[in-house]
C-alpha cells in the first residue's frame, strides 16, 4: 500500500551510497570580505572584543570560493561596498528560485545599505527583482527543499513575511520558529542536504537540523516531514557546523564537526572541511554564498 511505498522511500534516503547521491550544478554568488570588519555586535556571536583578522578571513574566504570551484560549481561576485561589515554574508541578500529573486528586508538597521546594492546586482544579471514588503533576510532563513520553502522567524525575519514568500514563489512555506539566540538565522541550525526529486521521481529532499534551536511545534513539524533527517545534537558552547553547504552530494563545512561528519559519512554524502573560522566571528560558518543564483541542474560529474 501506500505506506510501504513511503517507507521505502524512507529507506532509500537513508542508504544511499556516495555513488548514488546526486551532485547539482550550481552558480553561487559571493562578495570578497574586503571591508569585513567588526564595529557592532547583532548576534550573540559577535564580540567587539574578539576582532575580525583581515588577511586571515580573506585566505579563508579564498579556500571557500575555491573549494565551491573545485567541486565544480560557478561562483559569481558582487563587488563589496565600504562600511556594509556583513555584505561577506550574502546569503541574507535574497531568496533566489528560478529566475525570481525577491530582495531581502533587514531587520537590523546596519545591514538596511545591503538591500538595494543586492537588488541591483539581480536586476543586471537578468533577474525578475521583487522588492519585498515584509521583513525577512533572505535565504539566511528561507531553505528550498523539494517544493517547500522552509523559513525561519523569531529573531530576524517576521513571521508575516512568509506569507509574501509564498505568493512570490507559488510554494508552500513551512514556517518554524527559532528559540535559541545563537541559532538567530535558520540557516545557523538546518542545512538542506538534498534540495531535489531524484531520477524516477523518488523524494530525496532531506536535511540536517539541530532540534533544540526549534520550538516544539517547530520540532514536531521537522519531524513529520523528514523522518530521515539527521539530527546534530547540541552542544555547549554552540557551535556553527550546521550552517554548512550541501550541493546533494559533497558538504562544504568547519572542520572538528566530529558527530555530524560521521553521520554525513554513513548516509553517502562527502564531507568537506573549510575552516572559516574568522566568518564564525560574525555569527556564520560555510554558508555565506547566496545559491539558486541560476537555475539548478542536475549534474554526474564525480568528486574531483
Ligand atoms: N553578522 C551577520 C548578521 O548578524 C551574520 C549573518 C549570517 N548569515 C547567515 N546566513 N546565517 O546579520
Not at 267 to 283: A, F, K, M, N, T
Request: aromatic share 8%; with cysteine.
Amino acid at each position: 500500500g501506500p505506506q510501504d511505498s513511503v517507507r521505502h522511500q524512507f529507506s532509500v534516503r537513508r542508504e544511499m551510497s556516495s555513488e548514488d547521491r546526486i551532485q547539482q550544478h550550481r552558480r553561487y554568488l559571493m562578495c570578497r570580505p574586503d571591508h569585513f570588519t567588526l564595529s557592532y555586535e547583532i548576534n550573540p556571536w559577535m564580540h567587539l572584543a574578539h576582532p575580525i583578522d583581515m588577511s586571515r578571513a580573506m585566505r579563508q574566504w579564498q579556500a571557500l570560493r575555491d573549494t565551491y570551484v573545485r567541486l565544480g560549481h560557478e561562483v559569481e561576485l558582487i563587488d563589496p561596498i565600504p562600511g556594509l561589515n556583513d555584505m561577506v554574508y550574502v546569503a541574507n541578500g535574497g531568496l533566489v528560485i528560478g529566475g525570481v529573486a525577491l530582495g531581502a528586508k533587514f531587520s537590523v538597521s546596519e545591514r538596511r545599505g545591503e538591500e538595494l546594492p543586492f537588488r541591483e546586482w539581480f536586476a543586471a544579471h537578468g533577474y525578475d527583482v521583487v522588492e519585498p514588503v515584509a521583513m525577512q533576510e533572505g535565504e539566511g532563513d528561507l531553505m528550498l527543499v523539494g517544493e517547500t520553502i522552509l523559513a525561519g522567524y523569531g529573531f530576524r525575519s517576521q513571521l508575516d513575511s512568509h506569507a509574501e514568500v509564498a505568493g512570490v514563489f507559488g510554494l508552500e512555506v513551512v514556517s518554524l520558529r527559532l528559540v535559541n539566540p545563537f541559532y538567530y538565522h535558520l540557516d545557523t541550525a538546518l542545512c538542506v542536504l538534498d534540495p531535489v526529486q531524484g531520477p524516477g521521481g523518488v523524494d530525496l529532499a532531506n536535511i540536517a537540523y539541530l532540534p533544540s534551536a526549534f520550538d516544539e511545534r517547530s520540532q514536531a513539524e521537522l519531524v513529520e516531514r523528514f523522518p530521515d533527517a539527521i539530527r546534530v545534537p547540541a552542544s555547549v558552547p554552540e557551535t556553527l557546523e550546521v550552517n554548512a553547504v550541501s550541493d546533494g552530494r559533497n558538504v562544504v563545512l568547519s572542520p572538528h564537526s566530529d558527530s555530524f561528519v560521521a553521520q554525513l559519512r554513513e548516509r553517502g554524502y562527502h564531507p568537506v572541511p573549510v575552516d572559516v573560522s574568522e566568518l564564525h566571528l560574525g555569527g556564520a560558518g560555510s554558508n555565506v554564498a547566496l545559491w539558486n543564483c541560476e537555475e539548478q541542474t542536475m549534474s554526474t560529474m564525480t568528486n574531483p
